[in-house]
């Protein structure tokens, strides 16, 4: 079983509309991260979340820590929203790994 | 705004080769990480760096690997002999408290 758990592996959705991706984890982490992978294969960091929710721009993120769960929630989607959408996790002290989930494919339709 | 970079963008390289794949992290970042993503697959961690030594690494990071930070700028990843199953892209990342971890480009390496 894969410690960093997405769902839905695959999104496709209309321009305007309000998306959410999720993620489960099965261990004891130090912090949470999401990611963004452009369709060439390059990765940017969007978020990191040891509590909480934080916000940018359409971009809003949240992590309930009891229940082992984050949400990425895109308001008003639009086409350049279209890529892969990955979580990863911090297991240890600052500076550790990140392990990975297997991402969420986005596509936005105009 | 700062950036890591990787070199090169590509390599193809014959089984059995040395592949020496290159990164210039964020100049006053201080620890360093090699992930890589076989295609159609999830990243997966290699080895981490810190303080001028391994600090963590993965049971893929096995005795064909090697990093190195030669001098202030550059941070190397080594591949002895390479297999056909190392194809992959490779991520430099690096970060500077150890939280948030800004990636490279990655180098696409493919082995024939």
């Known amino acids: 079983k894969n410690e960093v758990e997405q769902s839905p592996q695959n999104l496709t959705a209309q321009e305007g509309e309000f998306i959410t991706i999720n993620c489960s984890y099965s261990v004891g982490i130090s912090a949470l991260h999401w990611l963004q992978q452009h369709p060439g294969g390059g990765i940017v960091s969007l978020f990191m979340l040891s509590s909480g929710k934080k916000k940018h721009g359409r971009l809003i993120a949240t992590i309930n820590i009891q229940e082992k769960h984050s949400s990425l929630h895109i308001t008003a989607s639009h086409p350049r929203d279209s890529a892969v959408y990955i979580c990863a996790v911090n297991r240890g002290t600052s500076g550790s790994r990140l392990t990975f989930g297997e991402g969420t494919q986005l596509t936005v339709n105009p | 705004e700062p950036e890591v970079t990787q070199t090169p963008s590509h390599q193809v390289t014959q089984m059995g080769q040395e592949v020496i794949l290159r990164c210039v992290p964020i100049s006053n970042h201080l620890y360093f990480y090699w992930y890589r993503q076989i295609l159609g697959q999830k990243v997966e961690f290699l080895v981490s760096?810190?303080?001028?030594?391994?600090?963590?690494k993965s049971e893929i990071f096995d005795d064909q690997f090697s990093v190195e930070r030669p001098d202030g700028s550059n941070f190397t990843l080594k591949i002895r002999s390479t297999k056909l199953e190392d194809s992959a892209m490779y991520f430099c990342?690096?970060?500077?408290?150890?939280?948030?971890?800004?990636f490279g480009p990655g180098t696409r390496l493919l082995v024939l």
């Open positions: 990342a690096s970060s500077d408290l150890g939280t948030t971890q800004y």
């Open positions: 760096f810190y303080n001028n030594e391994i600090s963590e």
